[in-house]
């Protein structure tokens, strides 16, 4: 069974630094992308930033020029570096995968359980 095991979250001031890993494991056939999302107290979900099997990366503007979003594929891993941290980055960041798994190959997304990002003002 597919598993997205995230870490690297905690608390961090304002204008600090951040690395968020999730690695996904099991039997997986292949992953066509990764992807962050994030959720705030009483928000939606967001997408914070997204890595194909290719390398193309997306970014939601308000991250742009702050986060990196990279992938290693041989690890099925995705990191995503988080740098001049706000506290409107606060939040629970999950992790998704786009993959296909046994037994039938399905195109199917899932997710982590999330970790939390505190950014102290």
């Known amino acids: 069974q597919v598993q997205l095991v995230e870490s690297g979250g905690g608390l961090v001031q304002a204008g600090g630094s951040l690395r968020l890993s999730c690695a996904a494991s099991?039997?997986?056939?292949?992953?066509?992308?990764m992807a962050w999302y994030r959720q705030a107290p009483g928000k939606q979900r967001e997408l914070v930033a997204a890595?194909?099997?290719?390398?193309?990366?997306n970014y939601q503007d308000s991250v742009k020029g702050r986060f990196t979003i990279s992938g290693d594929n041989a690890k099925n891993t995705v990191y995503l570096q988080m740098s001049v941290l706000k506290p409107e980055d606060t939040a629970v960041y999950y992790c998704?995968?786009?993959?296909?798994?046994?037994?039938?190959?399905?195109?199917?997304?899932?997710w982590g359980q999330g970790t939390q990002v505190t950014v102290s003002s």
């Open positions: 998704n995968a786009a993959l296909r798994a046994p037994p039938l190959g399905k195109l199917n997304t899932y």
């Open positions: 099991g039997t997986i056939f292949s992953i066509n992308a």
């Open positions: 890595v194909t099997s290719s390398g193309s990366t």
